[in-house]
């Protein structure tokens, strides 16, 4: 049978004009049983690439500009890639459209959220304080407790209304858009995850599932997830 194809957005290109993605998103895919190809912020018309895909991993990295949602910017708004943002704005919207089975990650959330017309916190700390650490001093993941809505896909996905996931982000979603439904918080009241009523294969977290999937089978249920849906 042949696998279920999912795609897979990277980073924008570098000073050496090369795109990068961690391998743990093609990694947690290929344990899942699906097929993986890399989406490069280089198409004009990024919507054709689902022609062939059956299902998309908007995934972490910089952050979103903030003129695309007419917000403030912020001293520690880094990342910026114009190219990346209406890439990944363009798949977004022509993925609601089709209903094709997607999960967002991290800034993947934030894209998604942006696309369909919510906001974001541009800075976690001077927003919200530090009850809750969403990444390391140093800027690396750290682990944090998140509360998930029973009545919900993810609960459903996870078996569990708990959960304890890897964190790396100093921003996260602030007015949440129309069609997405908030569905997780971290004890802060930050969004860690969305879910969309009229698009039943989307799921959105905050955090990194793939940095914990290779040992905690509870973050690896997303991917299974995914290519179950995918297969489907």
Request: charged share 20%.
């Amino acid at each position: 049978m042949t696998k279920p194809l999912i795609g897979i957005t990277t980073s924008g290109r570098n000073t050496q004009g090369e795109f990068h993605s961690p391998g743990e998103y093609s990694d947690a895919v290929v344990r899942a049983g699906g097929a993986v190809a890399l989406l490069p912020p280089v198409e004009l018309e990024p919507e054709a690439w689902l022609d062939r895909c059956d299902g998309l991993i908007l995934s972490g990295g910089g952050d979103v500009d903030p003129a695309a949602y007419n917000g403030p910017g912020h001293a520690t708004v880094g990342g910026v890639d114009p190219a990346r943002d209406r890439c990944e704005f363009a798949l977004v919207k022509e993925a609601m459209r089709r209903r094709l089975p997607t999960l967002a990650i991290c800034r993947g959330i934030q894209a998604l959220n942006v696309a369909l017309g919510g906001t974001l916190i541009a800075d976690l700390p001077s927003a919200v304080g530090q009850k809750v650490f969403h990444r390391s001093r140093s800027g690396k993941a750290i682990p944090h407790g998140v509360r998930i809505e029973p009545d919900s896909t993810l609960a459903g996905v996870f078996g569990d209304h708990l959960c304890v996931p890897m964190s790396s982000h100093h921003q996260a979603v602030d007015r949440i858009a129309p069609g997405l439904r908030a569905v997780a918080w971290a004890a802060d009241g930050v969004v860690e995850a969305a879910e969309a009523p009229e698009h039943p294969k989307l799921l959105a977290v905050q955090w990194h599932p793939e940095m914990s999937a290779p040992n905690d089978p509870l973050q690896q249920r997303l991917f299974v997830w995914l290519v179950d849906a995918a297969t489907a």
